[in-house]
């Protein structure tokens, strides 16, 4: 089994900083591409950044400049900074991973349970 759990979310004013990590254990053999999703009441979950294995990252328009994904290949965890955060960023936060596991030969994507950032104004 794979497990992908978050951390780091809460409660901060706006202009703040979180940093969000999320951890995959479990029977895992490559992790290729990891990335973070963010859900807010009433809307669509959206896309908001995603690494490769090599590093290249990928944002949505409205987290570039602010928002900085990260990833440590060794210890299978993929980070999110998230600063000058604004009540729009209000969202639960979860993470993915696109992964091969030790029993398959297929690459699947796993999700972690998700994580509320909620931002004051």
């Known amino acids: 089994q794979v497990h992908l759990v978050e951390s780091g979310g809460g409660l901060v004013q706006a202009g703040g900083s979180l940093r969000l990590s999320c951890a995959a254990s479990?029977?895992?053999?490559?992790?290729?591409?990891m990335g973070w999703h963010r859900q807010a009441p009433g809307k669509q979950r959206e896309l908001v950044a995603t690494?490769?294995?090599?590093?290249?990252?990928n944002y949505i328009d409205s987290v570039k400049g602010r928002f900085t994904i990260s990833r440590d290949n060794a210890e299978n965890t993929v980070y999110l900074q998230m600063n000058s955060l604004g009540p729009e960023d209000t969202a639960v936060y979860s993470c993915?991973?696109?992964?091969?596991?030790?029993?398959?030969?297929?690459?699947?994507?796993?999700w972690g349970q998700g994580t509320q950032v909620t931002v004051s104004s």
């Open positions: 690494i490769t294995s090599d590093g290249n990252t």
């Open positions: 993915n991973a696109n992964l091969q596991t030790t029993y398959g030969w297929m690459y699947m994507n796993y």
């Open positions: 479990g029977s895992i053999r490559r992790i290729n591409t």
